[in-house]
């Protein structure tokens, strides 16, 4: 590995992945890890938990009201 080359613990393996545009991947060491990590978060194993319970009867207010 050249000088300057930042070298970072891949988040899914903790292995060493290369944090450099040289690396298609980063910051994950490798495909196969980028793919888990994908996968994990289209099943929503990554949720953030509600600070107060949703009510499954109010109005939805997530959507945009503006017309343009």
Request: proline content about 12%.
């Amino acid at each position: 590995m050249s000088a300057g080359v930042r070298q970072i613990s891949c988040p899914r393996c903790k292995g060493p992945a290369v944090f450099a545009s040289s690396n298609r991947w980063r910051p994950f060491c490798s495909e196969r890890c980028a793919s888990i990590d994908l996968g994990a978060g289209a099943s929503e194993a990554y949720r953030v938990p509600a600070s107060q319970p949703v009510d499954p009867t109010a109005p939805d207010h997530t959507a945009s009201t503006d017309p343009g």
